[in-house]
């Protein structure tokens, strides 16, 4: 009894350390000027975090206007993020995807609303069964103008369900590109038992939910 009280109480001590060394991480973070990406070949890039990032690349990759989704890390205090380190939440990254579009066809505004279109809003630290800082909801900004975008997006939400939203609002900082088995992993891997059961369920929601959004053949 001895012993299984010992190994539970340095569970719940490294478990607290964690999370302290998260939240650390995070207040640095949001005290930072934003790093604003410029337009290149008149596409832009915006940066979201939500979960799963297989779910959400699948999710943007539908999107018209969209021209790329990168799955990534971002969020975090450490440079060059594993999945496997970032798994730990030691790092204080989240799973996040870099979505590339035009701006001339799909705006900045309307990549929020499929942001929270997309998602359970109100789920802390996770989206359905993945759980834990990496997994949880962020919303990047490069400028004030974004900033202020999401800001009223996400209060007009929480009036609108009469509940807190989870996300997290952070200036963009770095974007880390994730190992080349994450890339498209939803449309390369369709028989995945996580795909089948979790992100292809979660894309054809919120396919239903914006048919006006979506590229001709999703």
Known sequence: MKHLFASLLLILLCSCQNTAQTKKANQATTAQEP??????????RA???SGCFWCVEAIYESVKGVDEVISGYSGGHTNN?????????????AEAVEVIYD???VSFETLVDVYFGSQNPTQVNGQGPDKGSQYRSIIFYQNNEQKQIIIQKKEALAKKLNAKIAAEIYPFQKFWKAEAYHQNYERLNPNNPYVRKVSIPR????????PELLKEGH
Do not use: C, D, M, W
């Open 81 to 93: 993020p594993t999945y496997e380190a970032s798994n730990t939440g030691k790092t204080g990254h």
């Open 47 to 49: 940066y979201f975090a």
């Open 203 to 210: 894309l054809n929601r919120f396919k239903a939910k914006f």
């Open 103 to 105: 701006p001339k066809i």
């Open 35 to 44: 790093v604003e990406i410029p337009i290149q070949n008149g596409k832009a």
